[in-house]
């Protein structure tokens, strides 16, 4: 990582500035960051003798960042499906996780999650589950960049028995880390329905002294918003505002029971917001009105959620039904534009989590967090439009090669920093194991 | 094609009988027909000394069937985004075609199309575009199976000057393949605004005489109802119900402008339904009812539409879509299911077509068109419903090997009857006299 290398690309979409596409170009790193991006036969002439990776056929991009998801929920991946929210998550996930979640569990289900990140192009996630050590712990080894989640919820878990406990261990992890340059930490509560407003407050005053982003589940069914209305007599968003919650570090994941004055109260607050479509729509929880957030300013960010509910944490995919969804609702095929879809996953998802200065775009000074995907697939021919193709064509299994900080972690579709083969077995094997205790119960 | 072959399956989902699944089994072809479907160890000790090919981890499933899609606009994909559809049809791809499309275009399109579609496990396509005979004769030496649109359109356009130079080229092509196991024509009238009453009339007049299918976009915007409720006080429906087109030949795409009375009729007349869910969200066209038309009982298949307005090829992914963005829009999580979903990418397309005695379905003697999907991949980990990980998991990059009829098209990812390079390479080539086009226009 100390090394200069040129990444050579037939194209670049550095995402800044805005909508420029640079063809037969080269990015410089040095030291695990972007010192340059130089016309290839510049760069060659003024590096002459430094290693060189030569993607004829590739668009490399900034690293994908998913940013809401619940890693070791893989090894769930299709275990329940075609039910709807309440009944899925009372009936089959919270039950199945009372029994099975350990701490390797989610080192097991961390790993699987991250070969298949890895694999569609994502360099960085948004995390939350319990064990939050044991997924620190994972993306560390693998080498990606996340932001951990300090799980928080008024249940009894295998985590944390209370809600102190939630924050004793939670606190103690995120110090552990504390000058780590790739892991950072949030604090998580599940949701409006599991945390009361005593912890909200605490969660808000922890996340201003400690300046940590708030990861939360919000406004994801009616049933929430009713719940919350006969709970507290008011909603979950005036719950939130009450609990001085409502600012530039929430990252309010799902927001699909929005009305018209809560995208203002939103805009005003900076609220970040995270859309996780595949998710929403299976679940028919609701769909997030993306055209609206984006006319009111708010900046909108794409999670897949974990893959018990997707059932995949193929980003690129998610993006692409977002945008589709978007239009379709919206009655308008203009908006958003492949740019500004390409925006969500990669500029305005390190703006929400504070890292706009280190990572999001291919500017100098920049981490190295690059992927590579290569358009010269049936798929994406011909390229009439590369950002088109990125969002709108191409396959996440196109993206041949991800570097995180400058350390490459796939090489030309092998996987660097894991045991690709080890990680699968697992996963097999954690199949037969929950399917025995299914048949056992 | 002579020889018996054993595939040997970590599972096989025969589509028929409804929601089965089998493990360790084994599909017996001979002379390019199914002829059992038995455990591995008693087809193993039955069929001693044949040729083997073990899939141990895949599953292997009826071929898919894409049932809308306009191959040879492969070569336009990306070529113009997010703009409503009557602007890109009239300013971008009208004006497009009238400058590139000939028989060299459509032929090396339909190919590029033909690769893509194999890599995603496409056994069988119903095709609608300019030069249908160069349609046929790729898919013919590529051993896949087709239904060929005869395009009807009252315009003067490349491949016929009047409809009826369409009606005259049209069924000399279709009798030059009157014998043909693979492939079948339709007659394929472009859509309610660009055909009129007289035309519509002959058709169906054709169409009940010849036994073939009719292949039309209809109710695919409101812009298109309100154009004929003006020009002829109808609208689109009423117009094919008053010139008999309502039947069970009819392969109605798109629907996405439907009363409930709509509803009644197109059920009680067995009229096909093929959803193109990707499509419609992309050039904001409307939403296809899918869950009260299953409701209803219809017959509903889907298709990917042309990869110019998809802006791929991928039917799993567009099965996916159509499942998530159903669930999403009737507010209910339980339908379609994953199997209701399969069955419309395999037997209810068969059905449409009128082809369900011969593939559609993993049954004694039907046609051997079967494909495998290695579920092995970190996406797909663990398995614990296999009809889920198909439909809610998997990535068409995960398709390993494809039949037609017995013949392999593909092997372990490698195209068997295309020149793959070659077609990539006139791709790329295509693109570069596109956009010289373009700049010069």
Chains 1, 2 share one sequence.
């Not at 109260?265 to 769909?287: D, F």
């Amino acid at each position: 990582m100390t090394e200069t290398v040129l990444l050579n690309a037939a194209w670049v979409v550095p995402v800044r500035p805005r909508g420029t596409v640079f063809e037969q170009h080269s990015v410089v790193i040095e030291r695990g960051r972007i010192t340059a991006l130089l016309p290839t036969k510049v760069a060659q002439s003024r590096f002459q003798g430094v290693r060189e990776v030569n993607l004829g056929h590739h668009v490399l991009l900034p690293g994908l960042i998913n940013m809401h998801t619940h890693s070791p929920m893989t090894l769930l991946r299709g275990y329940a499906d075609d039910r709807d929210m309440q009944s899925w998550l009372r009936e089959d996930i919270w039950p199945l996780e009372a029994r099975f979640v350990s701490p390797e569990f989610v080192a097991d289900g961390s790993r699987l999650a991250i070969v298949e990140m890895i694999r569609a192009g994502t360099t960085c996630f948004n995390e939350n589950y319990f064990f939050p050590d044991a997924i620190a712990a994972a993306a560390d080894s693998a080498g990606m960049r996340a932001c951990i989640g300090l799980p928080i919820i008024e249940m009894s878990t295998a985590w944390a028995e209370t809600v102190d406990d939630c924050f004793a261990r939670g606190m103690q992890l995120a110090e552990s880390y504390a000058s780590h340059s790739r892991l950072q930490f949030s604090l998580a509560p599940h949701a409006p329905y599991t945390v009361g407003d005593p912890t909200l407050e605490r969660i808000a005053t922890y996340s201003a002294t400690q300046q940590m982003p708030v990861h939360m589940h919000l406004l994801e069914t009616a049933w929430e918003v009713q719940q919350s209305l006969e709970q507290y007599g008011k909603s979950p968003l005036e719950r939130l505002d009450a609990n001085g919650l409502l600012d530039e570090r929430l990252l309010a994941v799902h927001m699909t029971q929005l009305e018209s004055s809560d995208i203002e109260t939103l805009a005003q607050h900076h609220v970040n917001i995270v859309h996780c479509p595949e998710s929403n729509l299976k679940l028919a929880s609701g769909i997030c009105p993306l055209v609206e957030l984006l006319e009111a300013g708010i900046n909108l960010c794409i999670g897949t959620d974990g893959a018990a509910s997707n059932n995949d944490l193929d980003l690129l995919a998610e993006a692409r039904a977002a945008a589709l969804l978007a239009k379709g609702i919206s009655n308008d095929a203009t908006q958003p534009d492949a740019f500004t879809t390409l925006e969500m996953l990669t500029i305005n998802a390190a703006h929400a989590l504070g890292i706009e200065d280190t990572v999001g775009s291919i500017e100098a000074d920049k981490a190295a967090d690059l992927v590579a995907l290569d358009l010269n697939q049936a798929r994406t021919l011909p390229v009439h439009d590369v950002v088109s193709a990125i969002i709108y064509s191409a396959a996440s299994a196109q993206f041949s090669d991800v570097w995180v900080a400058g350390r490459r972690l796939m090489k030309g579709g092998s996987l660097c920093t894991l045991d690709e083969a080890d990680v699968l077995a697992r996963a097999v094997n954690w199949g037969r194991r929950i399917a025995a205790g299914r048949t056992v119960a």
